[in-house]
């Protein structure tokens, strides 16, 4: 029973504990979990021009290409962005790309070793040093970034298992970032996509070799990349919608129709749902929250 | 009418709350002792089995032996080098390393194990329960709870494992400092034959680098900011820090923030697209895509309003009276708007972690999903 029985709807709305909003959060972000991971169903993807401009960079380049991924970001930000690394080297590998991961983030090295276990371990056409080398974690942000463009081996002088360059047949002929024939970054922050812009991309710009870019952001930082693109960057998935398309763009490529998609494949297009639920939760808790500011306002007023 | 510092929320309404929160907890436990009790069905056909509790992570071994194989090899400049390569040793074949891995099996490959293990022979892979990585799950789904009972109220339990949280980040950040810059760069430089031979075998150096002095008596100046008398001396490594970083990023930022940025402005405002037609290329021959041409023109107007709009918001020198007035109060409906375009982008981002820790708690530790078929 109310202790203010008097008390008109919107005013108890008003002083509703805080709580009770956490958890209307948690259920709208649970249900739809339960829900897709039940019945393994999630929503199609239309991939927008961003995120199609990151798929056509990777597809139009030739067999065997030579791909620099930049894993930044750490396992705080995985869940948003670890499905962007796992769809850009399963692309990668569909591609039969060559793959060098790296990081400027010290949390991002374990996950460059998971992720290349995950997609491509079992793969037998790509060997170790001769399809894909794991460069591991180099300190200095945009030190780094600034020798990668002129001298590459002096940067990363050995593989994360202290394999000397020399000695990793794919890293022959590689001398500075613009050998690559692309660069992915997966940025959570400093150091990341927007720096690599600044210290890795547009300085090939004025030297008429503009380096292919694509970057995967989290929902943070995708408003700062957005300038870049066209220009600066071929393509950006923005937070996990953006992963989402990527994914469904990658897995179409991947699999014939009603052949069915590897759960790790479709990690960011089960995320969807929740996305929505919550949504549409925090719209309607805005729009109430609005009411009720406007009607103790006029009642405010005619007081 | 409430004031900084005290609660929005009167006591009644709170005291109502907190019992219904523990209702609700309450309710969460039951259902996990019954979770515990009824059990899941793992695997499939003959080899289900009902596996009473929840969070296991199973594992099968995987014997791994190498033999050593020497070699000799021509170096770059055509000299002869011996190499020693390892390579896995054949069946029968006494491995001269060895080692067992544990690799993660699913509980359906756990419970065809356990069925075939009377016939199985004594030389087939173990699969068991793995308790290390069981504890790992366990104590990360109730590290997970522990930060989200902050959503409560700040208690003991969110303080242990902020506590955690931070001392763990701290130990690994020293510990990958000393092993990624102060060994190889700082150790590496002035002491190479030393450092190879006892702290790292992988490093190539080409001799004593007395550059590494450098950083070493800019570190040792910063050092002395924790003594009142000196730490004056810190000012000049914290100098040389900022001035690096205010000359790159001067450049850098001119280059690719204004220069690029102003460059892409000047873009023509009329847009004509052409159809991309099945097996071609857009060309100027192909029929003129209207709703294409229409969005682009309007896309661009709307970049040339939006920056001249914005500018004139944020040029004081002008009062914002008449046309000066009308186009910084349109430039304020773009910042608003470019502000809650950010704003949700940051709770889609909130929402995807909060999804990523609730997958991870109903998948790996309840098993209430399965979406990777691993139980």
């Known amino acids: 029973m109310s202790d203010r029985p008097n008390e008109s709807f919107l ?5 509703i504990d805080r709580r009770w909003i956490f958890l209307m959060m948690a259920i709208a972000v649970a249900g739809p979990i339960i829900w897709v991971g039940v019945t393994g169903r999630t929503f199609p993807e239309t991939a927008t021009p961003a995120v199609q401009g990151a798929f056509d960079a990777i597809e139009r380049l030739p067999e065997g290409s030579k791909v620099l991924v930049s894993f930044d970001f750490d396992p705080a930000s995985a869940g948003e962005l670890q499905p962007m690394a796992t769809g850009f080297i399963h692309h990668c590998q569909l591609r039969k790309h060559r793959i060098y991961a790296m990081t400027l983030w010290a949390p991002g090295s374990p ?45 990363f002088p050995n593989d994360s298992k202290g394999t000397p360059l020399a000695r990793i047949p794919m890293m022959q002929g590689i001398t500075r970032l613009s050998d690559f024939d692309i660069l992915i970054s997966v940025s959570a922050g400093y150091p990341g996509g927007k720096e690599w812009v600044q210290y890795g991309v547009s300085p090939t710009l004025t030297q008429g070799h503009r380096l292919p870019f694509v970057a995967g952001s989290t929902g943070v930082q995708t408003p700062q990349m957005i300038p870049y693109y066209p220009v600066q960057m071929s393509g950006i998935l923005g937070a996990i919608k ?9 897995n179409a ?38 009411v009720i500011f406007f009607a103790g306002r006029r009642k405010g007023a005619a007081e | ?15 109502r709350a907190n019992r219904m929160m523990m209702v609700i907890l309450a309710v969460v436990c039951a ?57 896995p040793a054949a069946p029968g074949q006494t491995p001269e390393i060895s080692w067992t891995e544990w690799n993660e099996v699913t509980a359906g490959e756990w419970a065809a194990a356990q069925r075939a293990r009377a016939d199985a022979p004594a030389s087939a892979p173990l699969v068991t329960v793995s308790w290390p990585r069981t504890a790992g799950v366990w104590f990360a789904a109730l590290m997970t709870l522990a930060v989200l009972s902050f959503l409560w109220r700040d208690n003991p339990v969110y303080k242990l494992a902020e506590s955690v949280v931070v001392g763990v980040s701290a130990g690994y950040w020293m510990i990958v400092a000393t092993w990624d810059t102060l060994v190889p760069k700082l150790a590496g430089a002035l002491v190479p034959a030393w450092t190879k031979a006892h702290l790292m075998p992988s490093l190539e150096s080409a001799g004593v680098d007395w550059w590494g002095l450098v950083p070493l008596g800019l570190g040792m100046l910063l050092l002395c900011r924790l003594s009142a008398r000196v730490s004056w001396l810190g000012i000049f490594p914290l100098a040389f820090v900022v001035g690096t970083f205010a000359g790159l990023r001067f450049v850098q930022n001119i280059e690719s923030d204004l220069l690029a940025q102003v460059a892409t402005m000047f873009e023509p405002l009329v847009v004509v ?10 060309t100027a021959t192909a029929p003129i895509d209207w709703a294409g041409s229409i969005g682009a023109s309007l896309s661009a107007l709307l970049i040339l309003v939006g920056v001249l709009s914005v500018l004139a918001y944020f040029f004081f020198s002008l009062e914002h009276k008449g ?29 995807a972690l909060l999804a990523a820790r609730l997958e991870f708690l109903f998948d790996d530790w309840l098993w209430l999903i399965d979406p990777s078929g691993k139980h």
């Open chain 1, 253 to 290: 490529k991947a699999t014939a129709p009603g052949e069915t998609v590897p759960a790790k494949y479709q990690e960011a297009q089960r995320r969807m749902a929740p996305q929505l639920f919550g949504h549409s939760l925090m719209v309607g808790l805005i729009l109430v929250g609005n």
């Open chain 1, 11 to 15: 005013a108890r709305l008003d002083r």
């Open chain 2, 273 to 282: 697209k052409h159809q991309v037609l099945a097996g071609a290329d857009a």
């Open chain 2, 31 to 87: 259902l996990l002792a019954l979770r515990a009790v009824v059990g899941s069905s793992v695997g499939s056909g003959d080899a289900a089995v009902t596996e009473h509790g929840f969070g296991l992570v199973y594992v099968q071994e995987a014997k791994k032996g190498f033999v050593a194989e020497d070699a000799k090899e021509k170096a770059a400049d055509g000299t002869e080098v011996e190499v020693r390569r390892w390579k």
């Open chain 1, 242 to 250: 953006g992963a989402a398309e990527y994914e469904s763009l990658v």
């Open chain 1, 111 to 155: 996950l460059i070793g998971a992720t290349l276990a995950d997609v491509i371990g079992n793969d037998p056409s790509y060997r170790y040093g001769e399809n894909f080398v794991d460069l591991g974690f180099q300190a200095g942000n945009e030190g780094v970034m600034k020798q990668v463009g002129v001298d590459f081996p002096k940067a």
């Open chain 2, 323 to 351: 046309a000066v007035g009308g186009a910084a109060r349109v430039g304020i409906w773009y910042l608003m708007i470019t502000f809650g375009a950010s704003f949700g982008f940051t709770v889609m981002g909130r929402i």
């Open chain 2, 1 to 15: 009418m409430s004031q900084l510092g005290t609660p929005m929320v009167d006591p009644a309404v709170e005291r």
